[in-house]
Every structure is written in structure tokens, then in C-alpha cells.
């Protein structure tokens, strides 16, 4: 028996084989959760579909969430599949190219909208849809990053709507703490994904946590993966609204 036996999981934000959220629906379906996915569009389509048939997917729909259609249509499918259900992962950011170099004072109103819709607004309006939805207990994890409460150079944009996530996450916990559903962020230190390959001098960043962090190591999806399965379950039942360092100790480190 597995720590999330018997649990449904719902995913959001695989890209590819590479995505932390396809680590972390890994992980949960070898901890026995059966799993539902979306993707954000056409153009994932192929390539998320047939990791949902190899994790053994009840579902795999179509979900752009600043569509409330599809969100609404989403949430259906959710209902006919699953019923309730346990764990929502909300792996999703978006900031235009553009607003994440150069200098943060010269970002766009329409990429400063478009980055809060779908960096951290998303967060909320799906933890209104999966509300009624969760069983007791349930959990939501949702991925951000140091450059929420740091500078780092190049992340501009992101760090700012990675400061709202974070921000709106404790709100939701105190929310749904009634509800006696947990919600929590994991902060995961640099790691080669799809998302990542648009922040500039990437490659900078990883050298320089391998040459300072306590651990003197950079992080992987599948460290994130095993936090996440911590956070998602009943190991981490008084935990809530709380965010979650995976980064090789970095954070800690001053001068």
C-alpha cells in the first residue's frame, strides 16, 4: 500500500517528460493515487496524452485556464470521472518573454496582466472549482521560487507573480482550512524544464547553486516529486499555508 492509496489526483501543468508536474504524477501513481491530467492547448496535446496513458491517466482533457469555459468543462469531466477527489497540482506560470530581461521597470501592463492571470490567479480560481469538490483532508501544492522574495536577475516578472502565488496561497489556506483542506507551495531551486529555458543566463544560475549551496548540488524533478508527496499526504496533515524549500539549502545562505 502506497501513501496515496486510494487517492485521485488531479494535474495541471505537464509539458513534457521533463515538467516537474510529470515527476510529481510519477511519483504519485507509483504511491498508488490514480491520476486525472490536462493540458494547456493543441499544441501540448501530443505531448501530455501519452504520458497520462503511460501513468495510467483516467482523463486527459483540454484546459486553458484563462478559458472559464474550458476551466468549467474541466471540472465536469472531474466530476464524471473522479466524483471527489484528493490532490490538485498546480504547476502553471507564464510570463511574456519580453518582461523577463532587461529591466523589471520597463514590463509591459499587458505582461504584468497576462503573467498574474496565469501565474497566480489560476491558483485561485481553481481552488474555487476543486472546493466542492475535494474530499476532507484534501490537498493543493502549487510550485514557486526563491525570486518571490529575492532579486534574481532575468526572473523580473516572475518573481513578482510568483510573490502573488505565494501570498494568495495563505489566503486559500485560511479559506479552506474550514474545509479541512491544506494548501502549500513547494520552492524548488533551478532545475532544466521547458519553462526554465526562457529565463536567461539559466545555465549561470545552476553553476553557481553547485558551487554555494550547502549541498553543492542542484536539485531534480524527482527531489521535488518526493516534497510533493510529502505535502499530498496524511504524512503532512497539520501543514498548511506553508512553503516548502527544495533547493539544496540555497535559501539560507546571506553573503
Do not use: W
Not at 495541471?12 to 486525472?36: C, D, M, P, R
Not at 504547476?91 to 498574474?116: H, N, Q, V, Y
Not at 524544464?193 to 553553476?207: D, K, M, V
Not at 510529502?230 to 546571506?254: E, K, P
Amino acid at each position: 500500500m502506497g501513501l496515496l492509496a486510494g487517492k485521485k489526483a488531479l494535474i495541471f501543468g505537464v509539458a513534457n517528460n521533463k515538467s516537474i508536474a510529470y515527476a510529481i504524477a510519477k511519483k504519485f501513481k507509483e504511491e498508488g493515487a490514480e491520476l486525472g491530467f490536462t493540458y494547456a492547448g493543441d499544441a501540448l496535446k501530443r505531448r501530455v496524452e501519452p504520458i497520462s496513458e503511460e501513468l495510467g491517466g483516467k482523463f486527459c482533457v483540454k484546459c486553458d485556464v484563462t478559458n472559464e469555459d474550458e476551466l468549467q468543462s474541466t471540472f465536469e469531466v472531474v466530476e464524471k470521472e473522479f466524483g471527489k477527489f484528493d490532490i490538485l497540482v498546480h504547476s502553471i506560470a507564464f510570463a511574456p518573454a519580453e518582461d523577463l530581461k532587461g529591466r523589471f521597470i520597463d514590463t509591459s501592463k499587458e505582461g504584468f496582466l497576462k503573467a498574474m492571470e496565469i501565474s497566480a490567479y489560476s491558483l485561485v480560481r481553481l481552488a474555487k472549482l476543486s472546493e466542492p469538490l475535494m474530499n476532507e483532508g484534501g490537498s493543493i501544492v502549487t510550485m514557486t521560487y526563491y525570486g518571490s522574495v529575492k532579486v534574481v536577475k532575468n526572473y523580473n516578472l516572475m518573481g513578482v507573480a510568483k510573490a502573488a502565488l505565494e501570498s494568495s496561497m495563505r489566503y486559500l489556506a485560511n479559506d479552506l482550512g474550514e474545509k479541512k483542506i491544506r494548501i502549500n507551495a513547494i520552492s524548488a531551486g533551478p532545475i532544466k524544464t521547458l519553462a526554465a529555458s526562457g529565463i536567461a543566463g539559466f545555465r549561470t544560475i545552476l553553476s553557481l547553486i553547485e558551487e554555494r549551496a550547502p549541498l553543492k548540488r542542484n536539485v531534480t524533478q524527482e527531489d521535488v516529486a518526493k516534497a510533493a508527496l510529502f505535502l499530498c499526504s496524511d504524512m503532512a496533515s497539520g501543514v498548511t499555508g506553508d512553503i516548502l524549500y527544495v533547493d539544496s539549502g540555497y535559501n539560507i545562505l546571506g553573503l
